[in-house]
């Protein structure tokens, strides 16, 4: 036997190794962890008092605390109004540049 090529579905990069080399491949188990490379897709809930003042397209501020600190707007592409059983709210997302 040869050696095998892993080829994922989307450019990325490799974030963790659950395999070391040599290891026997099986069906579910996961070799690598790969994030998606480009910009960061955040999915939120917005409390029904504000959801007034949201509109698509409109920047939004992010703050991710695990990467550096910083505060980029990003556009909200897409309101998903979504009934949650505790609370009244709608969801929505936002791409940000990482």
Do not use: W
């Not at 892993?6 to 690598?32: E, K, S």
């Not at 909200?76 to 709210?89: F, G, H, N, V």
């Amino acid at each position: 036997m040869g050696y095998t090529a892993l080829h994922a579905p989307f450019a990325g990069i490799v974030t963790a190794r659950m395999a070391d080399p040599g290891t026997l491949a099986a069906p579910g188990i996961p070799l690598l962890q790969i994030d998606r490379d480009g910009p960061l897709q955040v999915y939120t809930t917005v409390d029904e008092s504000l959801i007034g003042t949201v509109r698509m397209g409109m920047k939004v501020p992010v703050s991710i605390e695990a990467s550096i600190p910083q505060n980029s707007p990003g556009p909200l592409p897409r309101l998903c109004p979504r009934p949650i059983q505790r609370a009244a709210a709608s969801s929505s997302s936002s791409t940000c540049p990482q």
